[in-house]
C-alpha cells in the first residue's frame, strides 16, 4: 500500500459528460502527479501540482482540469467525454521540497478505470 | 529535452533465466534514476532508485547502476521468476522535480 488513494476505482460513463476523479497523496507529500495510461499510448504525464499550485503541464488536453485543495487532496475533470478517453488515471504523489531530497520520487495509487461507451 | 529511451517488448523467458532491460537516458545535468514495477491490475510502485552516478539501486534480487558515461540504467536480475511477470518503466527526475519522465514501460512474461 503506497498510501496514495484514488476514488472512484471504476467508472462507466457515456460521450460528452463529465466526470470528476479523487486523489489524496501520501500524508505530508506537497506535490500530486497525475498519469492517463491507454493500451496504445503508454504512461502519460497530464499535469502537476505542488502545495495548491501548478507546477508542470504535460499532454493535457483542454478539456480536462485539475485542481489542488488545502487539504492538498486533488481532482482530475473530465470532460466532454470521447471513446478514446478510456484509460487507466493514476495519481501519485512526492516527497519532493518536503524533507530537503534532492530527487523527486512518486508513490503510485491504484488508479482509477475509467470507461466512456 | 530530457527523456528515457527504454527497450521494447515484450519480453518472455523461462524461469530461472538472466533479465536484462535496457535504458538509457537523455539529461542536462545530474538527474536521479528509478525503475518502477506494474504487476497486473495494479498500480507502479518503485523497485529500485539510483540518485548519483555510479550509486547501485537494488531490491528483490534486481539491481541497476547509474551510469552517467552510457547514459544507461540498465535492470538485471540473476533468475528471474514467474512472479516477476510484469511491466517494468525507467524513469528519471531532474534535480528540481518539476519533471519526471517515464520510458514506455516493457512487458516481461516469465513461463515455468
Known amino acids: 500500500d503506497s498510501g496514495v488513494t484514488q476514488t472512484p476505482k471504476h467508472l462507466i460513463t457515456a460521450t460528452g459528460q463529465r466526470v470528476t476523479l479523487r486523489c489524496s497523496p501520501r500524508?505530508?507529500?506537497?506535490?500530486v502527479y497525475w498519469y492517463q495510461q491507454s493500451l496504445d499510448q503508454g504512461l502519460q504525464f497530464l499535469i502537476q501540482?505542488?502545495?495548491?499550485?501548478?507546477?508542470a503541464k504535460g499532454n493535457i488536453l483542454e478539456r480536462f482540469s485539475a485542481q489542488q485543495f488545502p487539504d492538498l487532496h486533488s481532482e482530475l475533470n473530465l470532460s466532454s467525454l470521447e471513446l478514446g478517453d478510456s484509460a487507466l488515471y493514476f495519481c501519485?504523489?512526492?516527497?519532493?521540497?518536503?524533507?530537503?531530497?534532492?530527487?523527486?520520487?512518486?508513490?503510485f495509487g491504484p488508479g482509477t478505470r475509467l470507461t466512456v461507451l | 529535452g530530457d527523456s528515457v529511451t527504454q527497450m521494447e517488448g515484450p519480453v518472455t523467458l523461462s524461469e530461472e533465466a538472466f533479465l536484462t532491460i535496457n535504458c538509457t537516458y537523455t539529461?542536462?545535468?545530474?538527474?536521479?534514476l528509478f525503475w518502477y514495477v506494474q504487476y497486473p491490475g495494479e498500480g507502479l510502485q518503485l523497485l529500485l532508485k539510483?540518485?548519483?552516478?555510479?550509486d547501485k539501486g537494488s531490491n528483490k534480487g534486481f539491481e541497476a547502476t547509474y551510469r552517467k558515461e552510457t547514459t544507461s540504467f540498465h535492470l538485471e536480475k540473476g533468475s528471474v521468476q514467474v512472479s516477476d511477470s510484469a511491466v517494468y518503466f525507467c524513469?528519471?527526475?531532474?534535480?528540481?522535480?518539476?519533471?519526471?519522465?517515464f520510458g514506455t514501460g516493457t512487458s516481461l512474461t516469465v513461463i515455468p
Open positions: 501519485a504523489s512526492s516527497p519532493f521540497g518536503t524533507s530537503g531530497e534532492t530527487y523527486n520520487e512518486q508513490f
Open positions: 500524508s505530508g507529500d506537497l506535490s
Open positions: 501540482y505542488y502545495n495548491g499550485e501548478e507546477r
Open positions: 539529461a542536462t545535468g545530474y538527474p536521479s
Open positions: 539510483a540518485t548519483k552516478a555510479d
Open positions: 524513469a528519471l527526475s531532474d534535480r528540481t522535480g518539476n519533471q519526471f519522465y
